[in-house]
């Protein structure tokens, strides 16, 4: 006979979200690292001992766990992949220069953080998708603002603030329809209820991007080194119009609702044909072209040398398009990313299938006394599973499922949960840097997260509104007993 499994208490659930944070500190202040993989395996193994050793509960098991996380987690994987193949079809067919070159022709630098947001804030509304959104428009927008001199991290968590805003708001992204399902509302309610959270919060957004903004003005300088990066571009790439046929027929499929994974690989493959079509053919003819634009699909594009004796303005502008173009893009430069997102969601699957992250949860719903608090508390627990699960799915469905029933007994309509669920789960994802989102932000738009995570104000500020709508009583909607037992009655979508 097996041994008897223990339930898993909250300290010994505390041991590895304890060693993860430690391990987390020692790589990045003592290392001076940006690779936490390794500490993910090392939190990962701590937990899998506590389980095995504590809790008898067999390794097969927590595998399944594993295996489950990063089978639920595979798509957004495969997005990754296709985003970068697409970004390196975009740079090396001249597609990106060509939007660097028509932003720096169309964005005052003052203007730049405002536009940027509400760029994305469209696409994203349009597409469903803030990975969509920031691998295309994003990955130009970050462009354009480095060589008007302002701060990258800036320019993508402006990005990252207009990106989010549709991923939350759109009924065809995955996460708007995930936390009603979750909650039990509809996804009209939800969609209209979320409006009183994330407009203040866009709107704080872009006054914080105006005021900002207004540090960058276009003095002789910026102008000298913008001038010098279009006529640099200018002679690397062939910047036609027609190349804007590729992220036309991307963003058009993907607001077709037409399958993200297809549509992506498709809009490579015409950047692709496009390249060689536009760009100079180099020696050896049209197929040495197609070889080379082929293999920034997996590579990445390779920036050739300048030529020696650049000095002033014009090596000013070269050093901006190594950074901003060289290595970018390419299935390989993802596979970093896929590695973090392998390991965090391995330590996710072992702390969920041991039960360790249900007692943490548990502890959690104990402390929620009033609606504030069981609103704060489950935002809370939103951030805490973006963190220790690195997955934003997991965010919104652990909480959804648990706090469900705490909700009808104060009587509050599933509608505020879903919010809270939003409010926190879909947004906060983005500013962990091992979380899935988080990763793939850093991956297309070339920013270390803690970099852009301050200047997501929308997604920080989204949360800090919701808790405090709770304390104050604001917008939040309470039912009936009798409603509370018809919405009692309503199975809860098994969307994990």
């Known amino acids: 006979m097996s041994a008897a499994r223990t339930p898993p208490g909250l300290l010994i659930s505390l041991v590895p979200v304890l060693a993860l944070v430690g391990l987390l500190v020692l790589n990045v202040q003592v290392f001076g690292s940006a690779d936490n993989q390794i500490a993910l ?3 990962t193994a701590v937990a899998a001992l506590l389980a095995c050793r504590v809790l008898k509960q067999p390794w097969k098991e927590l595998e399944l766990g594993i295996r489950h996380t990063l089978d639920v987690s595979m798509s957004a994987i495969l997005i990754l992949l296709a985003v970068g193949m697409l970004i390196g079809g975009w740079v090396h067919s001249g597609t990106v220069p060509l939007l660097i070159v028509y932003g720096l022709d169309l964005i005052s630098p003052s203007a730049l953080l405002v536009t940027a947001c509400l760029v994305c804030c469209v696409v994203s509304l349009a597409s469903g998708s803030s990975w969509t959104t920031a691998g295309t428009v994003g990955v130009a927008l970050v462009g354009v603002g480095q060589t008007l001199g302002i701060d990258a991290g800036m320019t993508a968590g402006a990005v990252v ?25 509809t996804l009209m309610e939800h969609v209209r209820h979320m409006v009183w959270t994330v407009t203040p919060a866009l709107l704080g957004a872009l006054v914080v991007y105006w005021f900002v903004g207004q540090g960058h003005a276009a ?4 102008l000298a080194r913008t001038d010098a990066v279009k006529a640099v571009l200018a002679e690397r790439f062939v910047l036609s119009p027609v190349l804007l046929i590729s992220p036309a027929l991307v963003l058009g499929l993907v607001i077709a609702s037409f399958p993200a994974i297809p549509a992506l690989v498709i809009g490579s493959f015409v950047a692709v044909a496009l390249g060689v079509l536009i760009q100079p053919t180099p020696e050896g003819g049209w197929l040495m072209s197609l070889q080379g634009h082929v293999a920034a699909l997996y590579g990445g594009y390779s920036l050739e040398a300048f030529p020696a004796g650049s000095e002033g303005v014009r090596l000013a502008a070269e050093e901006s398009i190594a950074a901003l173009l060289d290595g970018r893009g390419g299935m390989k430069s993802m596979l970093g990313t896929i590695a973090l997102i392998f390991c965090a969601l391995s330590f996710g699957g072992v702390m969920e299938r041991s039960g360790m992250l249900g007692a943490i949860a548990n502890a959690i719903l104990k402390l929620a006394k009033g609606t504030g608090s069981l609103i704060a508390s489950t935002i809370f627990m939103c951030l805490g599973i973006n963190i220790l699960a690195s997955d934003q799915y997991m965010a919104i469905v652990v909480p959804g499922r648990m706090f469900r029933q705490a909700f009808l007994d104060r009587r509050l309509h599933p509608k505020n949960l879903s919010r809270a669920l939003e409010d926190s789960g879909t947004v906060t994802s983005a500013l962990v840097p091992w979380n899935t989102c988080g990763a793939q932000m850093t991956a297309v738009l070339g920013v270390a997260t803690l970099s852009y995570a301050p200047w997501a104000v929308l997604n920080w500020l989204c949360p800090l ?5 709770g304390y104050l009583g604001f917008k939040i909607t309470k039912i009936t007993d009798a409603e509370a037992h018809q919405f009692e009655g309503q199975p809860v979508t098994a969307a994990s």
């Open 161 to 185: 603030s207009g990106a989010y805003f549709g991923d939350k708001m759109s009924p065809l992204s995955d996460t708007t329809n995930l936390a009603p399902a979750m909650s039990g509302a």
């Open 41 to 43: 395996v090392a939190a």
């Open 465 to 469: 509104i919701s808790i405090l709508y």
């Open 219 to 222: 003095g002789p300088e910026v």
